[in-house]
């Protein structure tokens, strides 16, 4: 599989918003649940949200109310909206399956200043 192409990270205020997309290619997007997953300097990757092919989202209790996940499988593209962004959000954030059936991508680069 081809690896997803992550974007619209950037520098932001602490307090601020960025909205991430991800394009992700084949049938694989729209049978499976997609994750937004980010790693700090440091740390394990984590995931931080998730949408099924359906209507379910999960998200981590450190940006419920702040984060939304979004797809839209006729683009074939994941959406994370991030709302009141904090230091500690600052990561390298990428999109994968569930089950991680693509390999990772580079990422986009979300940095929050204070």
């Known amino acids: 599989q081809v690896q997803p192409v992550e974007s619209g990270g950037g520098l932001v205020q602490a307090g601020g918003s960025l909205r991430l997309s991800c394009v992700a290619s084949?049938?694989?997007?729209?049978?499976?649940?997609m994750g937004w997953y980010r790693q700090a300097p440091g740390k394990e990757r984590e995931l931080v949200a998730s949408?099924?092919?359906?209507?379910?989202?999960l998200y981590i209790d450190s940006v419920k109310g702040r984060f939304t996940i979004s797809r839209d499988d006729a683009k074939n593209t994941l959406y994370l909206q991030m709302n009141s962004l904090k230091a500690e959000d600052a990561a390298v954030y990428y999109c994968?399956?569930?089950?991680?059936?693509?390999?990772w991508g580079q990422g986009t680069q979300v940095t929050v200043s204070s």
């Open positions: 084949g049938s694989i997007f729209r049978l499976n649940t």
């Open positions: 994968n399956t569930n089950r991680l059936h693509y390999p």
């Open positions: 949408h099924s092919n359906g209507d379910y989202t």
